[in-house]
């Protein structure tokens, strides 16, 4: 069920809820009864009345955005009369297959559908109602402990030595080694010919000595 | 015990009424008994004993350490235990066994308290259902309660209609209202925390962000990332927030301002209070059942003195946008690290390095993670870098001012609903996918992640359909006391009722009385 505000909606809202508050079985908070001073009965006009009283402004809330940032094109036809932003289904663009092919090399993580490609077009069209948004002269915020002052330690080694521990969690190692198969391309490297280097010739190319490493993830 | 309070529980524990292994050996049982909610992903039975006998020399000895000793826990799969597997319900980090604990899991073991297992959640805990992890969806034990069964048909008492916890921390929340353990680590970035929460009929606290160690917590978005609190009482939520707060050497994002402890929430008096309520929140998609209680509570507060105003947030709409393209991006970064070689996952492909992290990356994150990264990439491209990134970072100032604003305005706390409607049946859940419910059921916990305030959300009321409600109460950050002393009078008044789980009342492992819980056997 889709529903629109309007100025009547709240009003028609409201008065369901008169109709309903007298019946048993409407929701409402059990509580402790109060002071008899504060107890007090409520008629269905001070249902209504309370509901009304709380939420006054959207009496007078027309559709679109009640937003100082003027909601303009995109964002006005994707989410008429709601405060929640709808996917604007209708902006939503394509990606060019470059740009996949360059995100998927970026992330190194495959679209591997049209369903995906589809998805992240969704997500970006959501994304683009950002742009309604006035932010001249804003600063952009990175975090919120900006105006503070945080701890760094200092620069000392203060844990470690854990070298078994963090190669037991690789699936391929040797010695104190963690395994990479080589690079796509690697350039040709001059190794001597005999046969001290014939291991380096291998498949396996050296990677990180675990030594160095902390724990964390 | 089991219906008691942390404090309660822990003086009869001092006073030998019971014993730790009594208790952990009980929730162990429970544990096996509600399996079918699938909350646990590792059950860590031989820990839990062995700590509770530690526990239990200690108690003899009249040395227990504090009011967390011998109280079994359940913590999020997020957060790295040493030696016990930690899988984030992924399959990138199936049989990862971390060689070092999370602070906060550090601080709870420091405590006593007993480790009963890692519970479910969605994949890399991005979700609002907890449906999306390998290891199959969490079931909310209030699909199973006697409130919400009665007042089903009959020929929908099969299992297929069972309700979703919410998400993502959804196994910690099923995992504490199930009685299995007293209380559970969730982690909050969008509301994971306070959504599972609210649809589980918990306490659930997101601490401001600085005040709580994230170190051992995996990340997804660094700059939002805290861990939560899940109880049953709000005066629970103290005891382990006074354990869980304070700077930490390893975090750097944790602030050293000094913290009262030990955290006593005391009498409040509620004429002395403002509560703001932003007008932004009334949306249409709201249940009416919810926008009746958030009304009936800005009441309940009115008739006891306190002042109740309506405040603006005007870039309230914008801030899911916001939190899409902040987050995304974040988890793209956050994400690279899994590439098979020192942890994880490895594809069997080893052509090239690029082949095998493509490989590995395929083959350990679901669709849902993929998608997420992947957009990330996009917003973090140098074409996109200002447009998306940057103005994402830019709106998310205006987010956090029109906060500070209303605070300004004289408002002590906000009070607004949690989330949009109850709990919803599973197979309704699956009709839209991860984005666009993340997007629908994060809109009111969100724009708190990005102020980094602190928020709780309290149990209020069951809906028509026996199914809990709870509402938000947001405070100003780093008065994290303050809000839960006013989440505890809140509690007071609104006696939300037991959870009534036919299984463990059927063998009498709960008894109520009234809809209160009365005793538990411990056989």
Same mark, same amino acid.
């Given at each position: 069920?889709?529903?629109?505000?309007?100025?009547?909606?709240?009003?028609?809202?409201?008065?369901?809820?008169?109709?309903?508050?007298?019946?048993?079985?409407?929701?409402?908070?059990?509580?402790?009864?109060?002071?008899?001073?504060?107890?007090?009965?409520?008629?269905?006009?001070?249902?209504?009345?309370?509901?009304?009283?709380?939420?006054?402004?959207?009496?007078?809330?027309?559709?679109?955005?009640?937003?100082?940032?003027?909601?303009?094109?995109?964002?006005?036809?994707?989410?008429?009369?709601?405060?929640?932003?709808?996917?604007?289904?209708?902006?939503?663009?394509?990606?060019?297959?470059?740009?996949?092919?360059?995100?998927?090399?970026?992330?190194?993580?495959?679209?591997?559908?049209?369903?995906?490609?589809?998805?992240?077009?969704?997500?970006?069209?959501?994304?683009?109602?950002?742009?309604?948004?006035?932010?001249?002269?804003?600063? +952009?915020?990175?975090?919120?402990?900006?105006?503070?002052?945080? *701890?760094?330690?200092?620069?000392?080694?203060?844990?470690?030595?854990?070298?078994?521990?963090?190669?037991?969690?690789? !699936?391929?190692?040797?010695?104190? *080694?963690?395994?990479?198969?080589?690079?796509?391309?690697?350039?040709?490297?001059?190794? +001597?010919?005999?046969?001290?280097?014939?291991?380096?010739?291998?498949?396996? !190319?050296?990677?990180?000595?675990?030594?160095?490493?902390? +724990?964390?993830? | 015990?089991?219906?008691?309070?942390?404090?309660?529980?822990?003086?009869?524990?001092?006073?030998?009424?019971?014993?730790?292994?009594?208790?952990?050996?009980?929730?162990?049982?429970?544990?096996?008994?509600?399996?079918?909610?699938?909350?646990?992903?590792?059950?860590?039975?031989?820990?839990?004993?062995?700590?509770? $006998?530690?526990?239990?020399?200690?108690?003899?000895?009249?040395?227990?350490?504090?009011?967390?000793?011998?109280?079994?826990?359940?913590?999020?799969?997020?957060?790295?235990?040493?030696?016990?597997?930690?899988?984030?319900?992924?399959?990138?980090?199936?049989?990862?066994?971390?060689?070092?604990?999370?602070?906060?899991?550090?601080?709870?073991? #420091?405590?006593?308290?007993?480790?009963?297992?890692?519970?479910?959640?969605?994949?890399?805990?991005?979700?609002?259902?907890?449906?999306?992890?390998?290891?199959?969806?969490?079931?909310?034990?209030?699909?199973?309660?006697?409130?919400?069964?009665?007042?089903?048909?009959?020929?929908?008492?099969?299992?297929?209609?069972?309700?979703? @916890?919410?998400?993502?921390?959804?196994?910690?929340?099923?995992?504490?209202?199930?009685?299995?353990?007293?209380?559970?680590?969730?982690?909050?970035?969008?509301?994971?925390?306070?959504?599972?929460?609210?649809?589980?009929?918990?306490?659930?606290?997101?601490?401001?962000?600085?005040?709580?160690?994230?170190?051992?917590?995996?990340?997804?978005?660094?700059?939002?990332?805290?861990?939560?609190?899940?109880?049953?009482?709000?005066?629970?939520?103290?005891?382990?927030?006074?354990?869980?707060?304070?700077?930490?050497?390893?975090?750097?994002?944790?602030?050293?301002?000094?913290?009262?402890?030990?955290?006593?929430?005391?009498?409040? #008096?509620?004429?002395?209070?403002?509560?703001?309520?932003?007008?932004?929140?009334?949306?249409?998609?709201?249940?009416?059942?919810?926008?009746?209680?958030?009304?009936?509570?800005?009441?309940?507060?009115?008739?006891?003195?306190?002042? =109740?105003?309506?405040?603006?947030?005007?870039?309230?709409?914008?801030?899911?946008?916001?939190?899409?393209?902040?987050?995304?991006?974040?988890?793209?970064?956050?994400?690279?690290?899994?590439?098979?070689?020192?942890?994880?996952?490895?594809?069997?492909?080893?052509?090239?390095? $690029?082949?095998?992290?493509?490989? @590995?990356?395929? $083959?350990?994150?679901?669709?849902?993670?993929?998608?997420?990264?992947?957009?990330?990439?996009?917003?973090?491209?140098?074409?996109?870098?200002?447009?998306?990134?940057?103005?994402?970072?830019?709106?998310?100032?205006?987010?956090?001012?029109?906060?500070?604003?209303?605070?300004?305005?004289?408002?002590?706390?906000?009070?607004?609903?949690?989330?949009?409607?109850?709990?919803?049946?599973?197979?309704?859940?699956?009709?839209?996918?991860?984005?666009?419910?993340?997007?629908? #059921?994060?809109?009111? @916990?969100?724009?708190?992640?990005?102020?980094?305030?602190?928020?709780?959300?309290?149990?209020?009321?069951?809906?028509?359909?026996?199914?809990?409600?709870?509402?938000?109460?947001?405070?100003?950050?780093?008065?994290?006391?303050?809000?839960?002393?006013?989440?505890?009078?809140?509690?007071?008044?609104?006696?939300?009722?037991?959870?009534?789980?036919? #299984?463990?009342?059927?063998?009498?492992?709960?008894?109520?009385?009234?809809?209160?819980?009365?005793? =538990?056997?411990?056989?």
């Amino acid at each position: 069920m889709s529903v629109q505000a309007s100025p009547t909606l709240f009003m028609a809202m409201a008065t369901a809820a008169t109709a309903t508050s007298a019946h048993p079985d409407v929701v409402s908070i059990a509580r402790v009864a109060p002071p008899s001073s504060l107890r007090r009965t409520r008629s269905k006009e001070m249902w209504a009345r309370a509901l009304r009283v709380r939420f006054p402004a959207t009496l007078n809330r027309g559709r679109g955005f009640a937003s100082k940032a003027g909601p303009q094109g995109k964002v006005q036809e994707a989410g008429q009369g709601t405060h929640s932003p709808r996917l604007a289904t209708q902006g939503a663009g394509r990606v060019p297959a470059a740009k996949i092919e360059h995100l998927e090399r970026l992330a190194l993580v495959n679209f591997g559908s049209r369903e995906a490609v589809a998805r992240l077009e969704k997500a970006i069209a959501f994304a683009d109602q950002l742009h309604a948004v006035d932010t001249d002269g804003v600063e +952009p915020l990175e975090s919120v402990l900006e105006d503070r002052c945080v *701890y760094l330690r200092s620069d000392n080694v203060a844990e470690g030595n854990c070298t078994e521990e963090l190669l037991r969690n690789s !699936h391929h190692v040797v010695e104190e *080694y963690f395994v990479a198969p080589p690079e796509m391309n690697p350039q040709p490297r001059n190794f +001597p010919k005999n046969g001290q280097h014939s291991y380096l010739n291998k498949k396996a !190319h050296l990677y990180t000595p675990a030594h160095i490493l902390t +724990p964390e993830i | 015990m089991l219906g008691r309070t942390l404090r309660e529980v822990s003086a009869a524990l001092k006073q030998g009424q019971v014993t730790p292994t009594e208790l952990c050996k009980k929730c162990l049982s429970i544990i096996k008994k509600t399996k079918y909610l699938n909350a646990y992903i590792t059950v860590s039975e031989e820990v839990a004993l062995k700590q509770a $006998e530690e526990s239990e020399k200690r108690h003899k000895q009249g040395q227990p350490l504090g009011d967390l000793d011998g109280i079994p826990v359940a913590v999020k799969d997020n957060f790295s235990t040493s030696g016990i597997e930690t899988t984030c319900a992924s399959n990138m980090l199936k049989g990862y066994i971390p060689p070092y604990n999370a602070t906060v899991v550090q601080k709870l073991l #420091d405590q006593g308290a007993l480790l009963m297992g890692k519970t479910n959640l969605d994949e890399f805990a991005m979700g609002s259902g907890s449906t999306d992890g390998v290891f199959g969806p969490v079931k909310n034990p209030w699909s199973y309660s006697k409130q919400y069964r009665e007042r089903q048909r009959h020929d929908e008492h099969g299992d297929s209609h069972w309700l979703i @916890t919410g998400g993502s921390s959804g196994g910690s929340a099923a995992a504490v209202a199930a009685y299995t353990c007293f209380a559970a680590l969730g982690s909050d970035t969008g509301g994971s925390t306070r959504n599972p929460a609210a649809h589980c009929g918990l306490v659930g606290f997101k601490p401001s962000y600085g005040l709580v160690s994230r170190h051992g917590l995996i990340p997804l978005v660094n700059s939002m990332d805290v861990p939560g609190i899940f109880t049953r009482c709000v005066d629970d939520t103290a005891v382990v927030l006074g354990v869980l707060a304070g700077h930490d050497p390893k975090d750097s994002t944790t602030v050293q301002d000094p913290i009262k402890l030990p955290m006593i929430l005391g009498e409040m #008096d509620v004429s002395r209070l403002c509560i703001g309520i932003p007008k932004e929140y009334l949306v249409p998609e709201l249940s009416s059942e919810i926008r009746s209680l958030w009304s009936q509570a800005a009441d309940l507060f009115e008739s006891e003195g306190a002042k =109740v105003i309506e405040v603006s947030l005007p870039h309230t709409c914008y801030s899911i946008v916001c939190y899409h393209v902040l987050c995304t991006s974040e988890v793209a970064s956050n994400m690279a690290r899994f590439d098979g070689l020192q942890y994880g996952h490895r594809s069997g492909i080893d052509v090239s390095t $690029e082949a095998m992290y493509a490989a @590995t990356r395929q $083959e350990g994150f679901s669709d849902v993670v993929r998608g997420r990264i992947l957009s990330g990439n996009f917003f973090l491209l140098k074409e996109n870098y200002e447009n998306y990134f940057v103005k994402a970072q830019k709106v998310r100032r205006l987010i956090v001012r029109d906060f500070m604003n209303a605070f300004d305005s004289g408002v002590d706390v906000l009070l607004t609903p949690t989330t949009l409607s109850e709990a919803v049946p599973y197979l309704e859940f699956i009709k839209e996918d991860n984005r666009t419910r993340s997007a629908q #059921d994060d809109i009111f @916990t969100q724009a708190v992640n990005m102020a980094g305030l602190p928020a709780v959300s309290v149990p209020v009321a069951l809906s028509n359909q026996g199914l809990p409600i709870g509402l938000q109460f947001i405070g100003r950050a780093f008065c994290d006391q303050q809000l839960l002393t006013v989440a505890k009078w809140f509690e007071k008044q609104v006696q939300f009722p037991t959870i009534q789980l036919q #299984d463990l009342m059927d063998d009498g492992s709960l008894v109520l009385e009234n809809g209160k819980l009365t005793s =538990v056997s411990l056989t």
